[in-house]
Structure formats: C-alpha cells, structure tokens
C-alpha cells in the first residue's frame, strides 16, 4: 500500500506475555519512530531510526521494550512481560527527511488484562 | 522535556466560527508542525513552519510562529463539523532528529 501499515490493528493480551508489533514503512522513507498514546493523552516518544545510524532509544521507558530496524525496510517493537501500564495506541511514523512531515500508521491498540 | 504545551487543553466553537489553539516549546527549533488525529488513531500532518517564518497559509489553516516568545498558534477560519478532532503541535529539538508533541487540543465543532 501507499501509507504506513501497522499491525496488527488491536492486541489483547495477558500480563507477564510478550507482544510484537510491526510497522511497514512508506518506501524510500528513511526515518522511522515510534510513539506510545495512552488513553486521552499526547504522543510519548519511543525511539527512532535514520537509515543505518545508531538508533535513538533514549524515549523507551525500560528494558522490557527494544525495537529494531533493519535497513529502511520493516521494523518492530517488542514488549517482554508486558504490564497493565503498557495498555496504549503504538504508533509509527515515517518520513522522507528527517524531522519533517511524519506519515502516521493508524496504529495497535494494545490492551494488557 | 521537549515536549510542547498546547493551550487550551479543549475549544467548543460553532460551526462557521474561527478556532485558535496555542502551543508552547521550550528550546530552540528548526521548525514547527502542526497534526490533527481523528479517532486516536494515525495523526495526519497539516502544515509545518521554519524558525525563519513568521506565518504561514494552507487553505483555511494559518499558522504563525513567536521564537522569541517560543509559542506557535494554529487558526481554523470558518469551522466545519469535520474539523472536530485534536490537534497537536510538534517540534525537534534544533539538532535532534526526533520529534516531541504537545499534549493536544480537543477541538468540538458543533454544527
């Protein structure tokens, strides 16, 4: 497709699981990010890739959560021993030049029970 | 934290009335943009202004841009029910090559 595709769309899982989450980029877009939305809340930086650079992970809140990149192609987030803190909307975003005009996914639901 | 203030939190306007919403930032930019989010879902991007601009159009938007007061504000001329979403500034961090959002404004256009 043309956009950015998340997925899956909504996860329900239990306390204690891991989840998997992917996004498929805009081809040709270098940069990707995620961003963590609780309910009703602002966007929550997560981490963010350029290209073959180091990624900036300076915004994921503990070490249960890395992602990965490879290349400019698809990248996914994981969460190990989810929590019930870690119910919120994934979102990812990529874009042709860094910093600029981000084209969102619609994002994953996830909901820890 | 990087992260922009959006002023006010929520605006209930009438359809046809203009909408102003206000953002806030704490460090030096290269530029600003402005998203709207349907649904809390994807964000859609609207306009973006450099830190050499002072105003800038697109359609019924018009954003302009204080660095020396570090705000921004977003007008909607001419209020739609469709326009009803929130809406969210965005800035980097001058050489950073991330992103940070405000916390939003929740728009209500009542037709």
């Known amino acids: 497709g043309a956009g950015v595709s998340q997925s899956p769309s909504n996860k329900v899982t239990e306390k204690g699981k891991d989840v998997e989450l992917r996004c498929d980029p805009i081809s040709g877009h270098t940069a990707l990010y995620w961003y963590r939305q609780r309910l009703g809340q602002g966007l929550e930086f997560l981490i963010y890739f350029q290209g073959n650079s180091a990624p900036d992970k300076s915004g994921l809140p503990s070490d249960r959560f890395s992602a990965e990149r490879t290349g400019e192609s698809v990248s996914t987030l994981t969460i190990q021993r989810t929590q019930q803190e870690d119910s919120a909307v994934y979102l990812c975003a990529s874009s042709p030049v860094v910093s600029e005009k981000l084209f969102f996914g619609s994002g994953t639901q996830l909901s820890v029970l | 934290s990087q992260q922009g203030e959006e002023d006010p939190q929520a605006l209930s306007i009438q359809e046809g009335e203009n909408a102003t919403m206000n953002c806030s930032y704490k460090t030096s930019i290269n530029n600003l943009q402005w998203y709207r989010q349907n649904s809390g879902r994807g964000l859609v991007h609207l306009i973006l202004?450099?830190?050499?601009?002072r105003e800038k159009h697109s359609g019924r938007l018009r954003v302009t841009l204080d660095t020396s007061k570090k705000s921004s504000s977003l007008l909607i001329t001419a209020s739609r029910a469709a326009d009803t979403a929130s809406y969210f500034c965005?800035?980097?961090?001058?050489?950073?090559?991330?992103?940070?959002f405000g916390t939003g404004t929740r728009l209500t256009v009542i037709p």
């Open positions: 965005a800035t980097d961090n001058g050489g950073a090559n991330n992103l940070f």
């Open positions: 202004i450099r830190s050499n601009e």
